[in-house]
């Protein structure tokens, strides 16, 4: 597996759930609740216990509709995704995953990129994902409903959760109707309060005595008097399936009345014995195939044969008996092939059965038909009901690599945690299985745990190609477990020792620990070894034939080019991968978002708008059904940048929370981190108290030892001294940035480090040198084509550039063009190129002496105290507009946009 890209298969989805069930004919038609339903709310909650019809009602009401005008004026009206739901889906990604797959069978596009992102190691919090879902949704020409039934079964708060976070922001083309035997623990009374909750309650779904009549006389071919329907419908509270129930009983009773007089009692009490009438009147081999079947969830005819034993063909023909005898067989799909027993009977079926001798023998029949059919979560299930925990522990091991490769390991935790510890123990693979799965969950002590149980059933296992397999792959594992607690050390420890110990012919692990090895030169600052590595990585991949791997690598090693400076070098990385993903059609075309997302970034940089537009638009399209799991990360950073650039600071603070909530930890070094990116943007809003608070809260100090991994952080660093007028130990640690970064030959850091030298040199009134560190990131710059790393410094920046500018003027000097080139972008009046009016380099820039008033030059040194408007506004006891009005009035006359370029270009006037 790629440590950039995840190639996702999606996990099988049972289609039975999806289906709607049809309602029956003849049934009892009820259109009081129906026209409750058409009035429905955004939400809707049947809840009544076992045996009320809910489900019965949904499916009658579903079967009335038709199209109508949309509740958001668009479109061609109503549609209905369905979905049954059961207790494994309580955990979270299987119900999210579910709801797409129900979603989807009405519109069929829809939540592709919550989906792939949910079949990733580590999915992005449940509330971007809904988010995003939520967006397409309001975004769809037409209404939907969805319809979550049996919801009582789920328990799981972050389900509960999930479910809250999508009702609270619904959109209006979205309608949820939910039945559930209990209230689902959702805000059900501040949706009351707001008009925004439908409910049908037990009250409200019992029969009537109209409704009894006609169920019990006209349904089911009972001729009982008024008299005897009122006392069976006061007997049985209106319960329609004690009323069902009570029928079959009386079919071919001679005296109706005294049967409805003979029982009393509470439902369970009525239900137990009605069971007995029930099952009592089946022949015997018809009790038999109730009671054994009733250990299966879902039924067909093939299953059942094996389970029970009996000839090919019989399974079929009997469930066909049962569903025509109208015995609490609920179908499953439109060819009649899989059922299930109605719930509350199927409980009672199987609360009646025990545990005979031969109960294990039928689970284990039922294990081993799953197996042959491919459904080993199944297979598995049945084995540790047949407390065969041998055969559990096999079939775990066998489902692991699928399940793994589609990143269902919690799914697979869960099954294995069913076993016992002698089952697994014995078993280095299921350990070293286990090993990697809470590795992948985070877990990594439990995870050493298990290696270490790994090791001990190796110890006693003959030396083989297997054992060598196994044990590179403890130390390889051992290797990530290292890398993600930082360690590097141990991580590179452990990497070695993988090749050590891996067969010479295991290419994948071989590959899987070089790289692993390597990406610790990335985190170092190393790029060039970095950068090999990964050539080496897509050559071995290529030899696996594994183009995929290939191209995604591609812009992991851009990346790192971007790094260095070579933005040339970048873009034609990027290039030659898409022309390869090209080659290899829709597949590998699919996991290019990234490259068209980096080509954007880049382009935008050079200044090329159109074709940094074109690249944006290209990888939102691909975006959306990507599999990537760092896409919504990467896209929200890429998006805060433009916002950014664009002066558009509050939006671009906005997106950056957003990346933080889609962050995936991956193998990438995270360089710049999100509340590193916000202080700057702080700073360019004169917000300085933020940016101080960072520096507190991080405990940095410009006397620190520095590494490629801090750069960026005390780069910022320098930048929020540099807004604070406090320059002590600044030089220094910029000098000591600018050195690590020149001997790591990164020289996209270089020209970094070298404008903040510049502004920092200014600052201070060291014109000179301000100039000289200007000259040499110009210099370096030039031959890649940068702008918008000098642009977006802002009119601190357009004022040196300008005065470099006029420093070389009528020389024939190499970066002449290249500086009037990057004066020309800065586009706005206060940021427009030098003009003939200007003075000429050396004249020193100063105002009027009255240009600023007492009051304004007051409220400009409290600002570059770093006080906010609010403590101002209270120190000089003046209104809040009337501080902001000051501060306006200041920007406009020093020429500047925002508070930080204020307190520079008022250092350089000599003002503070």
């Given at each position: ?495 070695e020792l993988s090749l050590l110990l891996a067969p010479e012919d295991d290419f994948y692990l071989h590959a899987q620990a070089v790289i692993t090895l390597e990406l610790t030169h990335w985190t170092t600052g190393n790029l060039e070894a970095s950068i090999q590595a990964m050539r080496t990585w897509t050559e071995d991949m290529q030899r696996l034939g594994n183009q995929v791997f290939v191209i995604a690598s591609a812009f992991a090693v851009a990346d790192m080019q971007v790094a260095m400076g070579r933005l040339r070098e970048a873009i034609r990385a990027y290039q030659q991968a898409l022309q390869l993903a090209d080659e290899h059609g829709a597949e590998a075309q699919q996991i290019t978002a990234h490259h068209h997302l980096g080509l954007a970034l880049i382009y935008h940089e050079l200044g090329d708008s159109e074709s ?301």
């Amino acid at each position: 597996m790629s440590v950039y890209y995840n190639s996702i298969m999606p996990a099988p989805v049972l289609t039975t759930k999806l289906y709607i069930p049809p309602p029956r004919a003849g049934m009892v038609l009820r259109p009081r609740l129906i026209e409750r339903l058409n009035a429905g709310s955004k939400l809707t909650i049947i809840s009544a216990s076992a045996g009320f019809g809910k489900t019965t009602l949904l499916s009658a009401w579903i079967a009335t509709l038709t199209p109508t005008p949309s509740a958001s004026g668009r479109g061609e009206g109503v549609r209905v995704a369905w979905l049954s739901l059961d207790e494994s889906d309580s955990d979270l990604s299987r119900f999210l995953t579910y709801v797409i797959a129900a979603l989807q069978t009405i519109q069929p596009a829809l939540g592709e990129n919550l989906l792939a992102a949910l079949q990733t190691p580590q999915p992005p919090p449940v509330e971007s994902l809904l988010t995003s879902l939520l967006n397409e949704i309001s975004a769809l020409p037409s209404d939907l409903i969805l319809v979550l039934d049996d919801y009582h079964l789920l328990d799981s708060k972050a389900v509960d959760a999930a479910l809250t976070f999508l009702v609270e922001h619904q959109p209006p083309q979205l309608r949820l109707l939910i039945a559930s035997r209990e209230d689902p623990p959702l805000p059900l009374a501040r949706l009351r309060v707001r008009n925004q909750l439908t409910e049908l309650r037990t009250a409200d779904l019992r029969f009537t005595p109209a409704e009894a009549a006609e169920f019990l006389n006209r349904m089911m071919g009972l001729n009982l008097s008024e008299v005897d329907i009122a006392a069976l419908e006061t007997r049985t509270e209106g319960w329609i399936a004690g009323l069902q129930l009570a029928a079959l009983s009386m079919q071919g009773q001679s005296d109706p009345a005294g049967f409805i007089k003979s029982f009393t009692g509470s439902h369970r009490f009525i239900l137990d014995y009605l069971v007995e009438e029930v099952l009592g009147r089946q022949p015997g081999e018809i009790q038999n195939f109730l009671l054994y079947t009733s250990i299966l969830e879902r039924l067909c005819g093939p299953l059942c044969d094996a389970v029970l034993g009996t000839p090919s063909g019989s399974g079929q023909s009997t469930l066909e008996e049962l569903e025509h005898a109208n015995l609490f067989l609920v179908p499953l799909d439109n060819e009649r092939r899989w059922y299930r027993y109605h719930h509350l009977f199927g409980e009672l079926l199987r609360q009646r059965l025990g545990q005979p001798r031969e109960f294990s023998n039928y689970h284990l029949r039922a294990s081993v038909w799953y197996e042959a059919n491919d459904d080993l979560a199944k297979a598995f299930h049945h084995a540790c009901a047949a407390s065969d925990f041998e055969r559990g522990a096999r079939l775990a091991e066998v489902a692991w690599q699928g399940m793994e490769r589609n990143f269902l390991t919690a799914a697979w935790l869960g099954w294995v945690k069913k076993l016992p510890d002698a089952a697994i123990c014995s078993r280095p693979r299921l350990c070293l299985q286990l090993g990697s799965a809470f590795s992948d969950d985070g877990e990594l002590e439990t995870s050493e745990t298990h290696l270490q149980n790994a090791e001990r059933a190796l110890a006693g296992v003959a030396d083989s190609y297997e054992s060598k397999s196994l044990a590179g792959n403890i130390a390889l594992i051992r290797a990530s477990n290292a890398q993600n607690q930082g360690d590097l050390a141990e991580s590179v420890k452990y990497a070695e020792l993988s090749l050590l110990l891996a067969p010479e012919d295991d290419f994948y692990l071989h590959a899987q620990a070089v790289i692993t090895l390597e990406l610790t030169h990335w985190t170092t600052g190393n790029l060039e070894a970095s950068i090999q590595a990964m050539r080496t990585w897509t050559e071995d991949m290529q030899r696996l034939g594994n183009q995929v791997f290939v191209i995604a690598s591609a812009f992991a090693v851009a990346d790192m080019q971007v790094a260095m400076g070579r933005l040339r070098e970048a873009i034609r990385a990027y290039q030659q991968a898409l022309q390869l993903a090209d080659e290899h059609g829709a597949e590998a075309q699919q996991i290019t978002a990234h490259h068209h997302l980096g080509l954007a970034l880049i382009y935008h940089e050079l200044g090329d708008s159109e074709s940094s537009a074109a690249y944006l638009q290209t990888a939102a399209d691909l975006g959306q059904r990507t599999t990537l799991v760092d896409w919504t990360h990467r896209w929200n950073l890429a998006q805060a940048l433009l916002k950014e650039s664009a002066g558009e600071w509050d939006a671009s603070l906005d997106l950056l929370d957003e990346a933080r909530r889609g962050y995936v930890i991956t193998a990438v070094p995270n360089l710049q981190p999100i509340e590193a990116r916000k202080t700057r943007i702080h700073l360019k809003q004169g917000r300085l108290d933020k940016a101080q608070a960072w520096v507190r809260e991080r405990g940095l100090s410009v006397t620190d030892e520095v590494t490629y991994l801090c750069e960026y952080e005390y780069l910022t660093l320098a930048r929020v001294r540099l807004g604070e007028g406090v320059f002590t130990g600044v030089n220094d640690l910029l000098e000591r940035l600018l050195a690590l970064a020149e001997t790591q030959k990164r020289m996209g850091s270089v020209i970094e480090i070298l404008l903040t030298q510049a502004l920092v040199y200014q600052a201070q009134g060291d014109h000179p040198q301000a100039l000289a560190a200007l000259e040499r990131a110009l210099t370096l710059a030039k031959p890649e084509g940068y702008l918008r790393t000098f642009v977006d410094e802002g009119e601190a920046m357009r004022l040196l550039i300008s005065d470099f500018r006029r420093k070389i003027d009528g020389h024939s000097h190499p970066l002449l063009a290249y500086a009037d080139k990057l004066l020309a972008a800065f586009g706005s009046p206060s940021n427009s190129p030098i003009t003939s009016a200007e003075p000429p380099f050396g004249t020193p820039l100063s105002l009027p002496p009255d240009s600023l008033t007492p009051r304004e030059l007051e409220i400009l040194r409290l600002v570059a105290q770093g006080l906010s408007n609010t403590e101002i506004s209270q120190r000089l006891y003046l209104a809040l507009s009337t501080v902001k009005g000051h501060n306006q009035r200041i920007f406009d006359k020093l020429q500047v946009q925002n508070r930080t370029e204020a307190v520079v270009r008022a250092r350089e006037l000599g003002l503070l």
